[in-house]
């Protein structure tokens, strides 16, 4: 029912989501009801449309529903302090969400490939009230390839992408904490979401989510042409 959770202000997208059964926790409710959309969309007149949105590169920003869903399937391990990584941050959303949800302490970082999503996504969390978190480097935004991670910012107790694999990058999987969590959509044509943990003693395990459609996780010069 996520079609129906679009609102005309930030506060009344996330009522609606509630409405219909979009969180199951309030936690990650009261978290993105501190992050405002508009901050991070080019066309403030639709930022509380419960739909994925252009933001220029050949990238997306998702769906509120699916930051929702990511955000609570990763919460097991978004206790105060950890460190977490966003691959494919594009406008710096899901990083600022995140922050909320675990600092202070924290370290979390967002990758994208394209330097001027990466320049655009550090105004956009100025303009969010979170320079702070920059300055401190408590929220880390920076360019770079998310297929190989950044293992200088990890191990991390939760990653996230925000973008569709053919297969999870091993490069992830490494720089997943154990214990820790991906969430991450895999397939060409057919994608899903997968569920990937690994526990204390370093297995990892897989777990099929749901049934998605994202954009393609490459690089930059398969996403924006010459």
Known sequence: MAWRCTGKTNAQLISNMKSNGIFHSEKVMSAMNAVDRANYVHDRADAYEDSPQTIGHGATISAPHMHAYASEHLLPYLHTGAKVLDVGSGSGYLAAV?????????????????????DWSVENLKKDG????????ELVMVAGDGRLGYPQGGPYDAIHVGAAAPTVPSALIDQLASPGRMFIPVGSFMQYIEQIDKDAQGNVSKKRIMGVRYVPLTDRDMQVPN
């Not at 979170?130 to 480097?137: D, F, K, Q, T, V």
């Open 130 to 137: 979170l320079g702070h978190a920059l300055e401190s480097g």
């Open 98 to 118: 995140l922050h909320h949800l675990v600092s202070p302490g924290c370290k979390v970082v967002g990758i994208d490939h394209i330097p001027e999503l990466v």
